[in-house]
């Protein structure tokens, strides 16, 4: 099982209280969140990388997504669980392993981008039964035409 989700919400906290945080990315910056979400991105730009958390009204992490110029996920293909798609890609979802939270059900997944960057999306739901209404907001997202999923 894919163990670098273990370090992504240390790496989320981290990135974000680090240095400026932004309540809305800028234009382009991070994708466009479904209309209807009642979400936020907070975000926060790294050298050529961007890292765009997705947050509740309450504060809490939806979802998050880091944008870079090479793949920070590589899926393994014994970790592949459901199918999806973001953005109107077909794709599929990676099961993760978060060792400080064993009842968590967390998936993550890359898509390319038109411009040649990769971005890594990763979701956590608090349980089995939380986990089909995740995966439907995350796949709400929109990167922009031509997006393509990469490590199928």
Not at 75 to 104: F, H, M
Not at 119 to 128: D, E, I, K, M, S
């Amino acid at each position: 099982m894919h163990k670098t989700t273990m370090l992504l919400p240390f790496l989320t906290a981290g990135l974000l209280l680090s240095g400026t945080v932004h309540a809305q990315a800028a234009p382009g910056a991070c994708p466009q969140l479904p209309a209807d979400a009642g979400l936020t991105w907070n975000a926060r730009a790294t050298g050529d990388s961007q890292l765009c958390v997705a947050q509740r009204a309450d504060g809490s992490e939806a979802f998050g997504v880091y944008i870079s110029p090479k793949p920070s996920f590589e899926p393994a293909r014994p970790d592949r669980a459901e199918q999806g798609q973001i953005d109107g890609q077909s794709l599929y979802w990676y099961r993760a392993e978060i060792a400080a939270q064993p009842g968590v059900e967390a998936r993550e997944t890359v898509v390319a981008l038109p411009d040649g960057r990769s971005a890594h999306v990763w979701l956590q739901a608090p349980n089995a039964q939380a986990l089909p209404a995740s995966l439907q907001l995350v796949q709400g997202l929109h990167f922009g035409a031509g997006a393509q999923v990469a490590g199928q």
